[in-house]
């Protein structure tokens, strides 16, 4: 919960020294609370206050962060329950799960998924971030073997392994990488607890009811464990459903410490059937799941959900935008049409889908309007005649074109006579209204 | 945990559709959160029938609807068959910009399908503003009894169709372009015409995964919402998402394997798409959501059951 000033200043030596760059300890104060002064300014505070302040200055949810370097995953550190509050801050990560019981075809088949369902889209790159590597052969060396084909793929990986022994080997093989280890439960809380602490891991920790799970992460806590992740152990769609929001919930409107944690989902184990997996995992990124672990990133499966991801965790109050520039389909030349639209990304996969499926080369000019989509944008002021001409001159469109002939969208047919004083020596010609027509339009170009 | 259970102020109107009374809403806590109320009606799963033959489906669609898709009276049967919950009968050779069929042609078919099928029907019309309205005054002439629900409603059209349901007791769609305060505005304005809450269903637009599902899922989050927690009486009407129709034009549904490899399988990758879409939706708020593939329905079917068990 995020104190206030006051609150602060209680805690603070109240000697008004100015040795933290401002005269009063209550100037102070305040600009602690709203996060524009750090606490390590003031030399005077006691651990003990430090400690309970930043406890207290913390975001609800701990941010849990699995590998290092740059394929380091972040996860946690959510404070809203609906995102048009705020923006759903670090995107969910899906998992894929290999056995070592598995055959080499097996195995090698999935290990070769984690770059090949990779995808990209609206500029971002779609992929797993993490491989779940699980103990069940009964075979050390087998375990080690995969732990170690794992880890050369440079993905944050998961340790599952219940054989604490087999497990301390994987950590020894995998220093310094900081994989997710699972998992601490009440039967070994101890001796996982040794284990984070040693290797420097984080930690999952599974339990079979929110209370008893509460009492193990303060087990953890009190041993010194900070970076957890919560496994609530139910195993069916509905149980897990209930018991992502209570975590949720506890964490974000009670404010219960031992609950702010990311949470790990396995519908894998919960339900064989592809499309069911698929459509409990998609249920888990929409509701507070925060890792969730999947059977295999067959393209056809996975494709959907990084989508669905990238669609909840966007910033609800800005409008998705694509590159102003200008796209090419089907390898267009001297005589293809020219299109222009706005950069809103919606308006830019439509009338981009259509033109695509169309197969007529086409060039299309994407205007940077801020996101907006062509009649908000145009009603804005985002969208005018010099917008476009000047995208049209900055971007030498007429040396691309022998016809110079302009395609604007139906709904601004308006602009049509001022783009042509804007545009000497160009035609601009009235498209379609609806993205629909456009296949229509094109296949009736004529130069 | 129990001091983690909420209670809400407002509840979700019934609506009651089809001549047997098929009830949809009703409840009093966000969408299957039964450990905090009730969902006494389970959300519905509506299957799309078109009045003339699609030209432009994918063999994913198509195949599992062969030698019926020429036949809206066929197609109907089967998805009742099926066991779609709603048909939900999109009379777009009504527009003018294609078959141009008459609204006495609309209504003769409407009788038809209603004699043919159990299950309650939904009609959507081509959503041209100035032919909808006269599509829809001849088809609920011809479903007099039969409380169909129908629309769309539009900003433009609203009193010519709404007092189409009001002169024959039906129930209408209001429809708004993904704006929560259009939504409810369009409820109120029906409501003057003295159309009954309780004969509403809002349509606030569906966006299919990828392409404005996170704006619908939004929407619907903040009307349940404010229906719930506000008890905000405007915002209390069941919400219907067309999924199939917005799911099945995007690319990533419909292209083949052969032309996009590295995206998989078709067929699979198309209902993933819809299912994915249908249920993140339904999770958000949808009352009904309308889908294409039969095994869509399949899934979405077992969804919500083991949510409500
Ligand atoms: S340094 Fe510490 S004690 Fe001195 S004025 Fe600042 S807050 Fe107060």
Redesign the interface.
Known sequence: MALTGLDIFKKLPKTNCGECGVPTCLAFAMKLASKQAELDACPYVSDEVKEELSEAAAPPIRTVEVGFGENAFKVGGEVVM???EKTFFNPCGFALLIEDSASGEEIEKKLSQVK?SQ?E?IGQILKADLIAVKYSSGDENRYLSLVNKAKDLNFPLILICSDEGVLKKSLEATKGTRPLIYAAQERNVDSMASLALEYQVPLAVKADS??NLSSLTEALKSKGVKDIVLDPGSR???KT??NL??IR??AI??KVRSLGFPAITFPNEEVSD???E??YA??YV??YGGIVVLNDL????V???F??R???Y?D?QRPMQVEEKIYEFASPDENSPFLVTTNFS?TY??VS?EI??SKIPTWLGVVNTEGLSVLTAWSAGKFTSEKIASFVKGKSIAERINHKKIVIPGYVAILKGELEDELPGFEIIVGPREA?DIPAFLREWKT | ?E??L?SYTGKIREVTIGGDGLIVGGQNTLP??L?EGEMPHKPLVAMEVLDIEPTDWPPALTEPLSGVLNDPLKWAKKCEDLGADLICLYLLGTSPDGANKSPEEAGELTKKMLENIKVPLVIYGSGDKEKDPKVFTKVTEAALGKNILFGPAQEENYKLVAGAALATQQNVIAFSPLDINLAKQQNILITQMGVKPENIVMDPTT?A??????YC??IL??LK?AALQQNDTMTQMPIICTVGKEVW????AKVSEAEEP?????E??G???E??TA??LL??GADIVVVRHP?SLE?LH??IK??L?
């Open positions: 609906y995102r048009h090949s995808f889209r929110l209370d069916s769609l509905k459903f209930e929001i209570f919930r506890a409107e009670k592809d499309y069911f698929v459509a998609a249920g929409v509701k067959s393209p056809e499966k494709l959907p959900l989508v669905l990238q669609n909840i966007t609800p919606l996969f439509i889908g695509e499926s629909g | 945990m001091n983690l909420n299957f959160y450990f966006g995964l990828g392409y404005g599902l996170e899922f939004s989050e903040r919402l034009k995007v690319k990533e590295s995206w998989g399988n078709a699979k990758r209902i993933n798409w299912v994915v249920f993140t999770l958000a095994k899934v077992a969804l083991e949510l068990s």
